[in-house]
């Protein structure tokens, strides 16, 4: 009855159970491709220096557009969110007027192709921390996304970089050497696999000659067989 409701022929065979989990799991398909994705790129992660200015990115995407979409940028400081700044887009192409709450910060996405990003000028290490983007579309029935970007202020970047590329070095180096030593350790034990292999062909031999001589068998063959070599 559901898939006549819906206008769609199914196959009888089946269960009908299993056609309606099909549209209902092709509904929620379509109903999360729908959905609004706040986007921070593909690395959430910055590390800086003091002193420098950084953007921390997000933009937004929803296939079924966007209309007085909320949205704003927050900062974790030490368990309570404070707002960073805030603003309502009206529609995809409009450059919407931002709220700025923390200092040293600037709106510079101008919503330019969904662009929600923020700059923050002059860092000071008090910056380090969690940055949630955040995005509430009024046409999904203010259901809330968000995005977590992470700010890291250090010292000095060099000295990071270095322990960075000593750690990727040692550990590339360390999974050749593994590998190496895997590849290394796999000959040997095949090699001491067919060892055995060839020492346990040479005990049945040996063990299957013992048998035969204990059975008396062999015995006339061993006698017989130094017999041509006399001759
Ligand atoms: C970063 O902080 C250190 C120590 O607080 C300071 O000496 C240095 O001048 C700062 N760097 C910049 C670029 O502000
Ligand atoms: C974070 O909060 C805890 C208690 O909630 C406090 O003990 C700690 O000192 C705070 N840390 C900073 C850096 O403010
Ligand atoms: C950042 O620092 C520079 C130099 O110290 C200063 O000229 C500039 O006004 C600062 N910018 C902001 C937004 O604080
Ligand atoms: C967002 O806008 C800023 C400032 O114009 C720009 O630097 C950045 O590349 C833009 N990001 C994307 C994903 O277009
Ligand atoms: C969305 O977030 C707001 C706070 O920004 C909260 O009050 C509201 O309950 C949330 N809605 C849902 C559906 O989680």
């Known amino acids: 009855m559901e898939v006549q409701w819906l206008g769609v022929e199914f196959p009888r065979p089946g269960p009908p159970h299993r056609a309606v989990g099909l549209i209902f799991s092709m509904l929620l398909g379509a109903w999360s491709a729908q ?6 790129g593909k690395i959430p992660f910055l590390q800086a220096v003091n002193g420098s200015t950084v953007m921390l990115p997000c933009s937004y995407a929803s296939c079924i557009g966007i209309e007085d979409l909320y949205f ?7 368990g309570t ?4 700044c805030d603003s309502v887009i009206a529609s995809e192409t409009s450059v919407p007027k931002v709220a700025i709450y923390r ?10 192709a969904n662009n929600i990003s923020i700059l923050l000028w002059n860092i000071t290490f008090e910056d380090s921390g969690e940055y949630t983007c955040f995005g509430r579309n009024p046409k999904e029935k203010g259901r809330n996304h968000s995005a977590i970007f992470h700010l890291l202020v250090v010292d000095e970047l060099k000295v990071v970089d270095n322990t960075l590329t000593i750690m990727i070095a040692s550990a590339v180096g360390g999974a050749i050497a593994a590998l190496m030593g895997f590849m290394l350790l796999k000959n040997f034990t095949l090699y ?3 060892k055995l292999e060839e020492r346990n062909k040479e005990c049945l031999v040996t063990s299957s000659g013992i048998d035969n001589t204990e059975n008396g068998l062999s015995g006339s063959k061993a006698d017989s067989k130094p017999t041509p070599k006399k001759k």
Request: proline share 0%; aromatic share 10%; hydrophobic share 50%.
């Open 192 to 194: 001491v696999l067919s």
């Open 72 to 78: 704003n940028w927050q900062f974790n400081d030490n």
């Open 103 to 112: 200092e040293r910060v600037e709106f510079v996405g101008m919503n330019r």
């Open 35 to 40: 959905a609004l994705e706040m986007l921070v």
């Open 81 to 84: 969110m404070q707002k960073v």
